[in-house]
């Protein structure tokens, strides 16, 4: 073999390797030293892209617009417990069927116009979440969670969150930290602004969203009196990423514990989902009838 032939062969063959994985979308290993690693190329768009929902309901673009986002998804399970007899309930799964119920329940009523930003098993960023919201121009954001309170399993209830920059209590604060942990999010820059700038923009903006979204959350805990088993204090604010749209009304409903019985029965049964929905769907349609008023 020639030295041409060599030298050829050194330079091709590894463009031809290269060239054919990329066309074929396989990651490629690549060494360092002390450790193996895989080099992964996104060859689909950045990071961050996604298809807005379809909105349902109504034709009319003026009536007002409701998103729907069940918490987690996908390789995120979320909070896990498990029944007496071993059945390993998910948060993922259980926060989607209350979604679902919530959307058919707004619907039935009539007049209001839903989207859900996951209709099935899938991950979402953190950050795309609001950010389908405020893509869509909706009026309300309600983000809906479950928990887990670990080996106790008498911890019970639901609650309602709301922003707030600086958490309401320590229980709160930890909670935020937990949840935000799911996706590093760098904040909503503001284009042609400095990051100090964009920041204190974002912040005026929310200040104008805060007090609606604290108005839901009082409806919802007033409406669900009764028939929806509380914490002891379950109006809550905190630093959470998934309710930053400035713009965009939002609220994280946190539904009860998977760890516990009593709250298990009403997550995982048609009967219990249909409580969630109709009292959630109450507090929409008095929160829209007094933003109308006004």
């Not at 031809?16 to 396989?26: F, P, Q, S, T, W």
């Not at 019970?156 to 930890?174: P, T, W």
């Not at 539904?255 to 709250?263: P, R």
Request: aromatic share 6%; glycine share 8%.
């Amino acid at each position: 073999m020639s030295l041409r032939t060599l030298f050829l062969l050194v330079l091709l063959v590894p463009a031809l390797v290269i060239g054919g994985a990329v066309a074929g979308g396989i990651t490629i290993p690549i060494p360092e030293w002390g450790r193996d690693y895989v080099q992964r190329f996104n060859l689909f768009g950045e990071v961050g892209q996604f298809d807005l929902p379809d909105v349902l309901g109504p034709e009319e673009a003026d009536r007002p617009l409701v998103v729907i986002d069940a918490g987690h998804g996908g390789r995120d399970p979320g909070a896990v417990g498990e029944t007496p007899d071993g059945t390993v309930v998910r948060e993922k799964e259980v926060t989607l069927a209350i979604a679902l119920a919530l959307r058919d329940e707004l619907l039935e009523a009539g007049g209001i116009r839903v989207a859900l930003t996951r209709s099935d098993d899938r991950i979402l960023a953190l950050a795309d979440r609001p950010e389908i919201a405020r893509q869509l121009g909706a009026d309300l954001f309600i983000s809906i969670h479950a928990d887990s309170a670990g080996g106790l399993n008498d911890v019970s209830g639901a609650s309602v969150y709301s922003l707030s920059a600086e958490a309401s209590s320590e229980a709160a604060a930890r909670f935020a930290a937990r949840e935000n942990d799911a996706d590093r999010v760098n904040g909503l820059q503001i284009e042609g602004e400095s990051e100090a700038v964009s920041a204190i923009l974002v912040e005026l903006s929310q200040q104008a969203t805060q007090d609606a979204s604290a108005d839901l959350a009082s409806l919802i805990i007033r409406e669900g009196e009764g028939e929806l088993a509380f914490v002891s204090t379950p109006r809550r604010s905190a630093a959470l990423a998934v309710l930053r749209a400035p713009d965009v009304p939002s609220i994280l409903f946190e539904s009860g514990f998977v760890t516990n019985q009593a709250d298990r029965a009403r997550l995982t049964t048609e009967e219990g989902r249909a409580t969630y929905a109709r009292v959630l769907a109450r507090a929409i349609r008095v929160y829209f009838a007094r933003r109308a008023e006004r």
